[in-house]
Nanobody, 126 residues
Framework: QLQLVESGGGLVQPGGSLRLSCAAA????????IGWFRQAPGKEREGVSC???????YYRDSVKGRFTVSRDNAKNTVYLQMNNLKPEDTGVYYCAAKSAPLNRWNWFLTYIYNDWGQGTQVTVSS
């Protein structure tokens, strides 16, 4: 079991940036695939990005070129750098861990992940 804690959310204006952190405890993060998901009010949770245990990255189309996912295994932390934020990026952002292999066809499926953080609020508004 992996314990995950998200941080770094906040209120920013459109075009601004935030860096979210997903800190892990209870196991070594580098052995896991880490996904980022978000949920806006009234909407289902959706996949934002993912970084696999071997460093492969995935992004939903709407954030490509704006968001970057990375990992620092020494700190047992995964980051989501979010640039040029838009109002539609608003939501609660969660990180999640999966130990088994994933690919471009399933990384965004909520139900395949085993452990979830509590979430951090991101609000993009003028």
């Amino acid at each position: 079991q992996l314990q995950l804690v998200e941080s770094g959310g906040g209120l920013v204006q459109p075009g601004g940036s935030l860096r979210l952190s997903c800190a892990a405890a209870g196991s070594t993060l580098d052995e896991h695939n880490i996904g980022w998901f978000r949920q806006a009010p009234g909407k289902e949770r959706e996949g934002v990005s993912c970084i696999s245990s071997d460093g492969t990255t995935y992004y939903r189309d709407s954030v490509k070129g704006r968001f970057t996912v990375s990992r620092d295994n020494a700190k047992n932390t995964v980051y989501l750098q979010m640039n040029n934020l838009k109002p539609e990026d608003t939501g609660v952002y969660y990180c999640a861990a999966k130990s088994a292999p994933l690919n471009r066809w399933n990384w965004f499926l909520t139900y395949i992940y085993n452990d979830w953080g509590q979430g951090t609020q991101v609000t993009v508004s003028s």
